[in-house]
Nanobody, 122 residues
Framework: QVQLAESGGGLVQAGGSLRLSCATS????????MGWFRQAPGKEREFVAN????????QYADSVKGRFTISRDNAKKTVYLQMDNLKPEDTAVYYC???????????????RGQGTQVTVSS
C-alpha cells in the first residue's frame, strides 16, 4: 500500500512559479509510475504529467507542455511538479498518483493523494 502526500500549493500571480512535491511512504517507490492530475472547479479531472520508474520518460498534457516539468528523486521517494509561467486557467486542485503501469486516465492509477490547491490570480 502506497500513501501519497502533496505539498507546495498556494496562491501565485500569473506568470509566476510553484513547485509541488509528493512524498510517498509504503511500497517500493522506484517500481511505480508517478503522475499528476488536476481538477478545476466545475470541470472534469484531467491528466497533467507522468514519469517513468527511473525518470527516463515523461508525458505531458498539451496544455502544460513547455511550462511544467515533472521529476522524481527515488532516494527521497518524492515526485515533483515544477510549474512555470502559470496562468489563471491552471487554477485547480492538483493530485499526485501512482501505479505500476503507465497511463493517462485517473482510473488507471491505484494510488492517489488528497490534493493540494493551486490558485493563479490574473
Amino acid at each position: 500500500q502506497v500513501q501519497l502526500a502533496e505539498s507546495g500549493g498556494g496562491l501565485v500571480q500569473a506568470g509566476g512559479s510553484l513547485r509541488l512535491s509528493c512524498a510517498t511512504s509504503g511500497g517500493t517507490f522506484s517500481s511505480y509510475i508517478m503522475g499528476w492530475f488536476r481538477q478545476a472547479p466545475g470541470k472534469e479531472r484531467e491528466f497533467v504529467a507522468n514519469i517513468s520508474w527511473r525518470g527516463m520518460n515523461t508525458q505531458y498534457a498539451d496544455s502544460v507542455k513547455g511550462r511544467f516539468t515533472i521529476s522524481r528523486d527515488n532516494a527521497k521517494k518524492t515526485v515533483y511538479l515544477q510549474m512555470d509561467n502559470l496562468k489563471p486557467e491552471d487554477t485547480a486542485v492538483y493530485y499526485c498518483v501512482a501505479d505500476r503501469r503507465v497511463g493517462v486516465s485517473w482510473s488507471e492509477y491505484d494510488y492517489r493523494g488528497q490534493g493540494t490547491q493551486v490558485t493563479v490570480s490574473s
